[in-house]
Nanobody, 121 residues
Framework: QVQLVESGGGLVQAGGSLRLSCAASGRTFSSYTMGWFRQAPGKEREFVAALSSSATNTYYADSVKGRFTISRDNAKNTVYLQMNSLKPEDTAVYYC??????????????WGQGTQVTVSS
């Protein structure tokens, strides 16, 4: 079982930056693939980025590639999402999540409560 708590959201102007954090409970954090998702009002939740357990492999949605960076600190049981060059269309609730299977594009079993990111134009 993994419990996830996001933080770091807020209001930022277009072109600005934010860093989201996701703190995980449990001693097996380092064995989990970790992902970030987002859901904008009236839209379905979408994949943003993911990172393998060893941090060797990263995966990004085309819409954020080159602007967002996912990273992890296994010693702190924390995964991060550095978001640069933010756009109004990045406005959403951001969630971190983990799949029991380890598959980046599979089903995610554990979810945080989400943190709001609002980008003003």
């Amino acid at each position: 079982q993994v419990q996830l708590v996001e933080s770091g959201g807020g209001l930022v102007q277009a072109g600005g930056s934010l860093r989201l954090s996701c703190a995980a409970s449990g001693r097996t954090f380092s064995s989990y693939t970790m992902g970030w998702f987002r859901q904008a009002p009236g839209k379905e939740r979408e994949f943003v980025a993911a990172l393998s357990s060893s941090a060797t492999n990263t995966y990004y949605a085309d819409s954020v590639k080159g602007r967002f960076t996912i990273s992890r600190d296994n010693a702190k049981n924390t995964v991060y999402l550095q978001m640069n060059s933010l756009k109004p269309e990045d406005t959403a609730v951001y969630y971190c999540a983990a799949p029991r299977s380890g598959r980046v594009y599979g089903h995610y079993d554990y979810w945080g409560q989400g943190t709001q990111v609002t980008v003003s134009s």
